[in-house]
Nanobody, 126 residues
Framework: QVQLVESGGGLVQAGDSLRLSCVASGRTAGASFLAWFRQVPGNDRDFVSGITRSGGITTYADSVKGRFSISYDNTQNTMYLQMNGLKPEDTGVYFC???????????????????WGQGAQVSVSS
């Protein structure tokens, strides 16, 4: 199993930056792909960004391309999401998640993931 613990959320103004962290513990080698999802009340969790644990492949939702950057530090077993140029529509609870294996599934679908963090609130005011 893999445990995921998030931190770094907060209240910011439009245009500000935040960096979210997700520390993985347990059998971290069993997580082949990690991702960030965003959820607002009443909605499903939407894919934000994902990365292979090796860091060799990254992918982003169109809404955050050019503003967000995902990375993974294998030494510290920590995934980061650097969020620049934040917009009010970026507001939500951000969850980190991990897959045991990519297999042949849609990495943008939250139902594909095996492990989840507790979530971190990000609020962006205009």
């Amino acid at each position: 199993q893999v445990q995921l613990v998030e931190s770094g959320g907060g209240l910011v103004q439009a245009g500000d930056s935040l960096r979210l962290s997700c520390v993985a513990s347990g059998r971290t080698a069993g997580a082949s792909f990690l991702a960030w999802f965003r959820q607002v009340p009443g909605n499903d969790r939407d894919f934000v960004s994902g990365i292979t644990r090796s860091g060799g492949i990254t992918t982003y939702a169109d809404s955050v391309k050019g503003r967000f950057s995902i990375s993974y530090d294998n030494t510290q077993n920590t995934m980061y999401l650097q969020m620049n140029g934040l917009k009010p529509e970026d507001t939500g609870v951000y969850f980190c998640a991990a897959l045991r294996s990519l297999r042949s599934i849609d990495v943008r679908a939250p139902t594909s993931y095996d492990f989840w963090g507790q979530g971190a609130q990000v609020s962006v005011s205009s």
